[in-house]
C-alpha cells in the first residue's frame, strides 16, 4: 500500500500545479515539486511557527 504523502510534499506538489509547472519531471536531478519547498516552508512557519516545522521536518525523516 502507498504511504500518503507528506504534507509539505503535498503542499509543494499544489504550488507546482498552481503555477503550471510539472510536479514530476527532474530539475537538477530531483523532483520539481521539491524546488517549491522553501515557499512552503515559509508560510508553514509564518502560520505554525518554527517549532511545528522542524516537527513537521523530523516526522518526514522517521517515516522514509
Given at each position: ?53 522542524e516537527r513537521m521536518k523530523r516526522d518526514e525523516?522517521?517515516?522514509?
Amino acid at each position: 500500500m502507498k504511504l500518503p504523502q507528506p504534507p509539505r510534499e503535498r503542499a509543494a506538489r499544489a504550488l507546482a500545479r498552481f503555477n503550471e509547472v510539472p510536479e514530476n519531471i527532474t530539475f537538477e536531478q530531483r523532483p520539481m515539486w521539491e524546488s517549491f519547498l522553501p515557499e512552503v516552508d515559509a508560510v508553514l512557519e509564518a502560520a505554525l511557527g518554527a517549532d511545528e516545522l522542524e516537527r513537521m521536518k523530523r516526522d518526514e525523516v522517521k517515516k522514509q
